[in-house]
């Protein structure tokens, strides 16, 4: 069984009333069980694989690739991303807060005859 979106909103189970038939779905459960246990070993296999060839690289004195940005990198951004962030909700605020004065200056000139 292949672990996709598709097979889990493709899978159809008889019903009995208000009631699924438990022996199939059951059966569907088994089946994704099996199908999520393989993955994780292969994953876990692959993830040995690939600690085995940083460990080869290792030894020949040539450094791992790195994938992604360093932690200081990461760091960086995240920290430039907060800012525009705060920038932005100051410049947000300040925009309602002038939306809401103009509004509440409308309000003043209105007849009362217009607010019935």
Partial sequence: MELTRQVLDDAKFETRG??????QVDA???ELAAAIEGSRQEADRLRQEVQALKGKLQQAGKPAPQHGPSPAEERARLLEDVRVLKQFREQFRQAVEQDAQRLLEQARHLDSDKLL
């Fill in 18 to 23: 208000r009631w699924y038939n438990a022996d």
């Fill in 28 to 30: 569907f459960l088994d």
